[in-house]
């Protein structure tokens, strides 16, 4: 028993030394660190994007998911599909307006958080409610702010004297957009003010105070001195955020449904009305990766212009 023990412990030295020895490459050790990263992808990414690239091509529905190739045919059926089309149309206006009024509102909101005030820590955290508070809770106030009979935002446009009568605005094509673009921009401003004051934090004050010194402006300050610095930083956070609101559904969802009349659909909400609530599987796959391919060159855009900036 004394021998044999004896050679299992030999056994699991050498075995041991084998795998250290292995591991002692660079390139390998690597390829290990890396691997349950790839996993995930694969696993929980890789693999229902390859589903739906099957769905897109296929006649699947909720009722028969084990579906026969089709071609083109969903493609040629959402091309064909008024309400589709309007969806893409207001997928493009709600994400490029929103980016747009959280880029000035987010670079003001910075500003002022980096002044010194009473309180600062205070007005820090409370910014930060929309952004950490669950979106539901968020949709349902917003829904009853600006409910037509019991909304506070009319009481008060009333009371003020700027309009007669409030509008419906979730029952009326142009100021439902209207709401969901606010309740999304309310949503997603904490993070973008966040970000732009770390960022900005981050500029050396040396340099700011130089160009102040030779005459520059406060724009010109912005745009020649703190925004070349800060630009990893605000390409990242412009990806990550593009990407997110053109994907998602969840105010469009909670507060409108697409309505009225489907006018407010963006094309994640109406992927999920076709795909899931109507059963239509290959349609809503077909529907949901439509715009894959220009986040993709988006994205590769924003990333080569961000490694030009890094080796400049």
């Not at 009979?149 to 009568?165: C, D, E, F």
């Not at 999304?184 to 004051?197: E, G, H, K």
Request: aromatic share 12%.
């Amino acid at each position: 028993m004394a021998e044999v023990a004896r050679t299992r412990s030999v056994g699991f030295r050498a075995t041991g030394g084998w795998i250290g020895h292995f591991l002692d490459s660079e390139k390998v050790f690597g390829y290990v660190l890396v691997a349950p990263a790839v996993a995930y992808i694969v696993l929980l990414v890789g693999y229902p994007f390859a589903i739906a690239l099957w769905f897109t091509v296929s006649n699947a529905t909720v009722a028969h998911p084990i579906a026969n190739f089709t071609g083109l045919t969903n493609l040629v059926a959402v091309l064909d599909d008024g309400i589709f089309r309007r969806a893409l149309i207001n997928t493009f206006i709600f994400t490029l307006t929103s980016q747009a009024l959280q880029m000035v509102l987010g670079t003001i909101l910075a500003f002022l958080l980096l002044r010194k005030f009473r309180g600062r820590r205070i007005a820090r955290a409370l910014i930060m409610i929309p952004f950490t508070i669950p979106i539901a809770i968020g949709a349902m106030a917003w829904t009853w702010m600006l409910n037509p009979t019991y909304s506070v935002i009319n009481w008060v446009l009333v009371h003020a004297g700027l309009l007669t009568q409030g509008p419906n605005w979730l029952g009326e094509e142009y100021p439902a957009m209207f709401s969901i673009i606010l309740v999304n921009v309310w949503r997603n401003l904490p993070f973008t003010a966040i970000v732009l004051t770390a960022g900005i934090s981050a500029v050396p004050q040396e340099i700011i105070e130089a160009a102040s010194l030779d005459g520059a402006s406060w724009l010109v300050r912005w745009r020649k001195v703190m925004v070349p610095i800060i630009a990893p930083i605000l390409y990242i956070a412009l990806l990550f955020s593009l990407v997110f609101t053109f994907t998602d559904m969840t105010v469009v969802w909670l507060m409108t449904r697409g309505n009225p009349v489907d006018a407010t659909h963006v094309i994640a909400s109406y992927a999920f009305q076709t795909g899931v609530v109507a059963g239509s599987l290959g349609r809503g796959a077909t529907m949901s990766l439509f715009l894959f391919p220009v986040m993709l060159v988006g994205a590769i855009v924003i990333l080569r212009n961000l490694k030009a900036r890094t080796l400049d």
